[in-house]
Structure formats: structure tokens, C-alpha cells
């Protein structure tokens, strides 16, 4: 009802869905929000029908004192904390699925997370009625699907992606970050070191796609206790992964580092 109002009233609304435990990517995305909106939601929902069964749902953080104490710095207007039975009670069966774009990257391993996240960011959708979404580009994958999905139901919601916030030596932000330790944490920036290789070579003109990837899978290997999920180059819209390398090229891996799981990305421009 607060935001049917405030609408009503004329105002615009900007929405920053997370799952909390934020730090500085989320809260680029706050601050980008209060800068286009007149009117600021943040949401905090660790959603459980994203994780997979094997997931670390019940081991995700949730520091909510810590997160109220960032958000005070940016005097948002609403803070959002939907209870999970409410959300997604027991009998909740009702899913929203983009087909093709989630079956692919992090799609294979994580076959049911696509689903889960843009079920319940339709559902905040339709509650908060937002006028501006935003969205990491860490997320690459994930705020391409919510676009597709704005576009497809119809809904009248500018998806606004910003750039990926890193840490001192490139390591993008992450809330998973904090399950590595100290001596992941070290070798984790192989992942970033690995990115700029790949554009390196694209964009001094090597056309070799399969020597290049040979190539950031070596570097990455030679770190050990570091298992690669995926790394691969693809269109920046469709998310089909291509051959020949031409114009803007996304470049994107996922591995896992201990119990961590990170992704990351960066977008080329080749020769």
C-alpha cells in the first residue's frame, strides 16, 4: 500500500532487491538509486528457492544489524523484510522460468536457481511496484534473465545495471567472499588475473577462442584447490557462447574456492 500511494502522489520509486550481508556493490546500487529515484526500497530476502538442495541456504549469512547500520548512512525510505513462510510458504508451487537464457552458464550447475530468483523478484515486483530496479553486472547472467523476463510479462520497470564494484586487487565484491579464508582469499584474485588475461589476448587480436581458453585454464590451475565450473565467451545479449571473436565478447567464469562459489565477468571489445 506504501508504494501504491507514494505513486499515486507522483513520486518514482527505485528498488534494490538483495539478500543482504551488503557491502560496497550493493551499496553503489543504493546510492545509485536514491541519485534517479524519489522514493528507495531496499529488500532483504535470503530466498530459499534459489539455493539447491547440497547450497549453503541455512550457512548464508545474515548479519541484519550490521546491513540496518549501512542503510542508516543512506536514509532510505523503505526497508523491506518479508518473513519466508509469507513469501514462500509450504504450499507454494507457482514458478517463473526464462527458458533459454537460464539453461545456460551458471544454468548447468545450478539447474533450479534461475527459477527461484525470478519467481520472487516478479513477486517483489508486483509489491513494491518500483519504477527503477538495479542490478549488479557481477550478476551478469542474472540481471540479463530479469531484463528478458521485464520484457517478456510486460512489466513497466526500468532494469538498471551497474558496474561491478572489486576489492584493492580486483576480486569483485561478493557476500561469499567471506567464507574464504585468509589463504583463499589470496588465491581467489586468480580468478580476476584470469578475466584480464582472456581480454589481453581478445583485444591485442588473437582469434584463437579455444587457445585463449586453454590458456586462462591454465592459469587458473595452476592455483591449487581451486576447481573451475566454467569459462566462456560469449554474446553479451543472448549468452550463446561464441566462436569467432568479434565486437563485444562477454568473458565469463564461475569456480569454487573452498565452500565459496564465485562468479565474475568482464565485457571485451575485440578487434
Not at 33 to 58: H, L, R
Not at 108 to 113: E, S
Not at 163 to 180: C, H, I, K, W
Amino acid at each position: 500500500m506504501y508504494s501504491f500511494k507514494t505513486r499515486c502522489r507522483g513520486k518514482t520509486i527505485g528498488f534494490v532487491p538483495t539478500m543482504g550481508c551488503l557491502h560496497e556493490g550493493h551499496l553503489s546500487l543504493v546510492e545509485a538509486a536514491k541519485k534517479k529515484a524519489d522514493v528507495v526500497v531496499v529488500s532483504i530476502f535470503v530466498n530459499p528457492i534459489q539455493f539447491g538442495p547440497s547450497e549453503d541456504y541455512k550457512e548464508y549469512p545474515r548479519p541484519l544489524a550490521t546491513d540496518k547500520g549501512l542503510l542508516e548512512h543512506f536514509d532510505i525510505d523503505v526497508l523491506f523484510l518479508p518473513e519466508a513462510n509469507k513469501i514462500t510458504p509450504d504450499n507454494f508451487s507457482s514458478y517463473i522460468e526464462v527458458d533459454k537464457l537460464s539453461k545456460k552458464m551458471c544454468g548447468r550447475a545450478r539447474p533450479a536457481y534461475f527459477r527461484g530468483v525470478t519467481t520472487i523478484v516478479a513477486k517483489f515486483f508486483n509489491i513494491v511496484c518500483p519504477d527503477f530496479t538495479f542490478f549488479g553486472e557481477k550478476d551478469y547472467q542474472q540481471q540479463i534473465i530479469i531484463k528478458k523476463m521485464v520484457k517478456d510479462l510486460g512489466f513497466a520497470i526500468k532494469i538498471i545495471t551497474l558496474p561491478t564494484v572489486r576489492e584493492f586487487d580486483g576480486l569483485a565484491m561478493s557476500s561469499r567472499n567471506q567464507y574464504l579464508s585468509v589463504k583463499e582469499r589470496e588465491q581467489a584474485i586468480i580468478l580476476y588475473k584470469a578475466l584480464c588475461l582472456a581480454r589481453q589476448e581478445i583485444e591485442s587480436g588473437e582469434k584463437n577462442d579455444h587457445k585463449i581458453l586453454l590458456r586462462v585454464r591454465s592459469l587458473i590451475g595452476s592455483v591449487p584447490n581451486i576447481r573451475l565450473d566454467y569459462v566462456v565467451f560469449a554474446d553479451p545479449e543472448t549468452l550463446d557462447e561464441v566462436k569467432t571473436l568479434r565486437g563485444k565478447i562477454l568473458v565469463a567464469l564461475a569456480a569454487y574456492i573452498g565452500k565459496a562459489r564465485l562468479i565474475d565477468n568482464l565485457i571485451v571489445n575485440a578487434k
